[in-house]
């Protein structure tokens, strides 16, 4: 019998949360079902995706921010078809293929300042890249990170983590040490000891959509080399467009990392692949002779399918305007939800660049919304931006995610080949849900009910 993956899927497609329940992540589709997300899909194109009934879904999260220019970009399907029609004889390991020197070229033209590129297979193996090159370089071993930042979940990108509950259960974990978003002064005081490695920091942090404030990368930056530390920027969510610059620090003068760390978008929704860029001493300092030729290595980094659909993304990214699109729609976006803030109050603000945004939500001022509100906290910190999620899927189709856990903030990832009519979508549907919101009553409230039972009892 030979494998036929499209009757797999006729034939066993329809038990795909049996499967997940029995053999993968037991808690995967009980919490898919208590937010009413069990649904099930069948295609996907672009910004949207299809359920078995031929409704249309709008998406807002493009898988975490992997689906960058969409699902199944004509252009990188047909680069895949074409290199594996190729037959090339990939990861021999004992010669050099072109395709990563080539994928190293396109994306460093796009990175000032830095040199030489590590090929890896996630975000997370970009992080933890960086910081190993990081505490070689220096000699130094701790990192330092912000309070609510995101790297990863592998123990190195672990130790910057700054979620206890991601961390809980797991140490012990590397040396490291966190301080609050943009405290400068609390980076001196860590530098002094005079054992850190770097300061690793996301420009725009996923957790709340927090920017780091204006100012602090580049004087950041000074004082980390005053020191003879590196500055680490993970670029993983922000890089390759999403907020409106090739990458998010770029919109600061003067910032020149001595590391950074992209992946998410580079893999074109298809291959998993990531990339570390560095300044060429720090390469040479950890590939220093042919006996440390292997010293750091991925066992699938720089093969052809991954490489090519980094090539074809970045193609893409120029042809088609990709940034340019970012910025365009972000503020377009942005400016539409900007103009609510005032209109609602339970709508504390809007911020973000290009299109990565964060919509929070805070204490209103009318008395029954108020007491609402006071029994939701009560509960959960975090309930009411679950509440907007909701019907934004069930009655709009739109799909979107909490930023964070405890967080009153949503956050807008979408592909960055959305335009006008999926920003008056977006626009539409949220201010329906608002509008029923501060009503009092409805699904947003109803569904709110459910959310405060299910928190009490998990107590």
């Not at 689906?67 to 895949?80: D, K, N």
């Not at 404030?213 to 980390?224: H, I, K, S, V, Y």
């Amino acid at each position: 019998m030979t494998f036929d993956i499209n009757r797999l899927l006729k034939e066993r497609g329809g038990e795909r949360y049996e499967l997940q329940e029995k053999y993968v992540n037991p808690q995967l589709r009980k919490m898919l079902h208590t937010i009413g997300f069990d649904k099930t899909y069948v295609r996907g194109e672009g910004a949207y995706f299809w359920d078995e009934q031929g409704d249309d879904y709008l998406d807002m999260l493009a898988g975490f921010g992997v689906q960058g220019l969409g699902r199944h970009h004509p252009v990188v399907r047909q680069a895949l078809h074409d290199v594996l029609d190729a037959q090339l004889p990939d990861l021999t390991r004992f010669d050099s293929s072109p395709l990563p020197g080539l994928l190293a070229e396109k994306l460093l033209a796009h990175s000032p300042h830095l040199d030489r590129v590590f090929f890896g297979n996630s975000g997370t193996e970009a992080v933890e890249t960086a910081v190993k090159f990081a505490r070689y370089a220096t000699g130094k071993p701790r990192v330092v990170y912000f309070d609510h930042a995101f790297h990863g979940l592998t123990t190195g990108a672990l130790s910057v983590n700054g979620e206890d509950g991601f961390r809980k259960g797991f140490a012990p974990l590397l040396p490291d040490t966190s301080i609050a978003v943009g405290d400068l002064e609390a980076l001196r005081r860590e530098l002094k000891r005079g054992d850190v490695a770097g300061l690793i920091v996301e420009p725009i942090q996923g957790k709340g959509v927090t920017p780091t404030p204006p100012g602090f990368l580049r004087a950041a930056q000074e004082l980390l080399h005053q020191h003879k530390a590196l500055l680490i920027l993970d670029e993983v969510q922000t890089g390759l467009g999403r907020t409106g610059d090739f990458y998010a620090y770029q919109h600061e003068e003067g910032v020149q990392p001595d590391l950074i760390a992209v992946a998410k978008m580079l893999s074109g929704g298809y291959i998993p692949v990531s990339a570390t860029l560095g300044k060429d001493w720090i390469f040479r300092s950890v590939y220093s002779s042919m006996d440390r030729v292997l010293v750091h290595s991925a066992s699938f980094g720089s093969n052809a399918q991954a490489m090519t659909a980094g090539l074809a993304v970045l193609q893409v990214m120029e042809d088609e305007g990709i940034v340019e699109n970012a910025r365009k729609t972000g503020d377009l976006l942005r400016g539409r939800l900007e103009a609510l803030v005032d209109r609602y109050e339970l709508l504390a603000d809007v911020r973000g660049r290009g299109l990565m945004i964060g919509i929070e939500f805070g204490r209103p001022k009318g008395l029954k919304l108020r007491s609402q509100w006071a029994m939701l906290q009560a509960a959960r910190k975090g309930l009411f931006a679950q509440m907007v999620v909701v019907p934004l899927f069930q009655k709009h189709r739109i799909l979107t995610q909490v930023s964070g856990d405890h967080l009153e903030v949503i956050k807008l990832i979408p592909p960055l080949v959305i335009g006008e009519p999926e920003v008056d979508r977006f626009v539409t549907a949220f201010e329906d849900v608002m509008d029923a919101a501060h009503s009092g009553s409805g699904l947003v409230w109803d569904f709110g009910k459910t959310l405060i039972k299910q928190a009490v009892a998990n107590r």
